[in-house]
């Protein structure tokens, strides 16, 4: 990590403190011209990317978002143009020395195969010259932050390892060395839709606690929403056609082409901009094991429940089972731990109803970013806030439309 960077406190739009470790880039007059090929990829791009932020790169196939991003760390040297990274032009940078300050994520993880998961998070610490100490400590500390058990995990290869549990080790080898401009290529493109979300709920909530500079590529719309607090909409050649707050490309797109891309269903796609944390949750039965199951049940069916959430000892829920399966337990007990699928409090509401749609509870247990239980959410929470929010927006309309009549 370069040693100037500085972490300090900014207020976001919402006016609230936030950490801000990262750096701004800034990309001038860029063009990149492949050799052979008559179009440029990169024809004249300028943007700034503010210190602190995720810019979410989206456009179709071909348009030039790998290309830009590469060449924010030389992967790709540009043919003309500028680019600096808090103010420093990064020509004058050795390359390989740049590309340790700033972390990269591609899809997959792409470990290297023959180094286990702490040697794989060690890479960078390692040529920074890096202490034991410091490197072990460093590693731990990023294995939980992505949600890896250090004990579990930290000697193991890329083989012994699930494809999102890969790409977990991937993101923490991206900020080992604590940079402040991460850039990411596809980053949770090739695991299911269910990890996909856990993997970017853990960045989001690792990006509210560092402050870095993200700048990242997706091919999925309901990604950028969720993810960015910026989206850049390419054309061909890197040609923008919209940067700008999600919020703002949904309700407003530039033009048809912003349009198209962001497709019909855009209030569906609101869904990607309201967090679970927003809704009013059901206060759920619960019991611990050892509880009187008689109990538990009896309290469940007062409260129009035909199931109870069973917790750990550290609040944490583990099995969500029917009455009907409890009847003839003296004592809550949970023989096999269940497979439970619980969502986090920030996951959007399209993710709570993927969730829900997936399970038979036809609801969702919500946890926090430590697994602790909030609460329940249903389909009747999610309509009840979509409501809340149309009579907000109409309201909104309403008193635009008097403003200027008036
Ligand atoms: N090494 C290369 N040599 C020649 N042309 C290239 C090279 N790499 C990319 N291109 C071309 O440059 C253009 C932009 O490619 P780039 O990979 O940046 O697009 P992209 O938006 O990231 O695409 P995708 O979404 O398909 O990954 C494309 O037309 C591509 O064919």
């Known amino acids: 990590m370069s040693e100037s960077t500085q972490h300090h406190q900014q207020a976001d739009e ?3 403190a936030r950490t801000v470790s990262g750096a701004e880039i800034q990309l001038k007059d860029v063009v990149k011209r492949y050799p052979g090929q008559k179009n440029a990829a990169v024809n004249d791009l300028s943007i700034t990317v503010p210190a602190g932020e995720v810019v979410m790169f989206i456009g179709p196939s071909g ?12 992967l ?14 990064i020509r004058g940078r050795d390359a390989d020395e740049l590309r340790r300050t700033i972390g990269y994520v591609i899809q997959g993880g792409s470990l290297f195969p023959h180094l ?21 400590e460093r590693t731990e500390e990023l294995l939980d932050l992505v949600g890896l058990e250090a004990g579990r995990y930290r000697d193991r290869y890329p083989r012994e390892l699930s494809g999102g549990q890969q790409q977990r080790v991937g993101v923490a080898r991206g900020l080992a060395a604590d940079p402040p401009v991460v850039l990411m290529d596809e980053p949770f493109g090739a695991v299911d839709p269910i990890t996909r979300q856990r993997l970017q709920d853990e960045m989001l909530g690792i990006q509210r606690e560092l402050g870095k500079t993200i700048v990242c590529v997706t091919h999925d719309i309901d990604e ?9 909409i390419f054309s061909e050649g890197a040609k923008i056609e919209q940067y700008d707050t999600p919020e703002n490309v949904l309700a407003a797109p530039a033009n048809d082409f912003v349009a198209d891309f962001v ?51 550290r609040g944490r829920p583990i099995a969500w089972p029917w009455n009907r399966n409890l009847r003839r337990a003296s004592t ?19 993710d709570a109803l993927d969730t829900m749609l ?26 009840a806030h979509i409501r809340t929010q149309e009579a907000a927006a109409q309201e909104a309309q309403e008193a635009r439309s008097e403003e200027a009549a008036s």
Request: net charge negative; proline share 1%.
């Open 224 to 232: 950028a929403i969720k993810l960015g607090d910026r989206i850049l």
């Open 76 to 89: 790709i040297e540009p043919t003309s143009g500028t680019i600096t990274i808090d103010g420093d032009d």
């Open 116 to 136: 286990t998961v702490a040697d794989n998070i060690a890479v960078v610490p390692k040529l920074l010259k890096w202490d034991k100490k410091r490197i072990a």
């Open 332 to 350: 809550i007990d949970v023989k096999r731990r269940e497979e439970l699928v619980t969502l986090d409090e920030r996951a959007t509401l399209n």
């Open 263 to 313: 497709g019909a269903g855009s209030t569906l796609k609101q869904l990607s901009l309201s967090r679970v944390n927003e809704l009013n949750f059901v206060d759920w039965t619960t019991a611990r094991i050892g509880d009187d199951a008689q109990d538990a049940v009896r309290r469940a069916e007062a409260a129009g429940q035909e199931c109870v959430v069973v917790l750990d000892d």
């Open 14 to 16: 919402k006016g609230s």
């Open 358 to 383: 997936s399970s038979s509870h036809a609801g969702a247990i919500v946890t926090d970013a430590r697994d602790k239980y909030l609460g329940v959410v249903d389909f009747e929470s999610v309509t």
């Open 63 to 74: 348009c030039g978002k790998t290309t830009s991003l590469k060449m924010i760390n030389r």
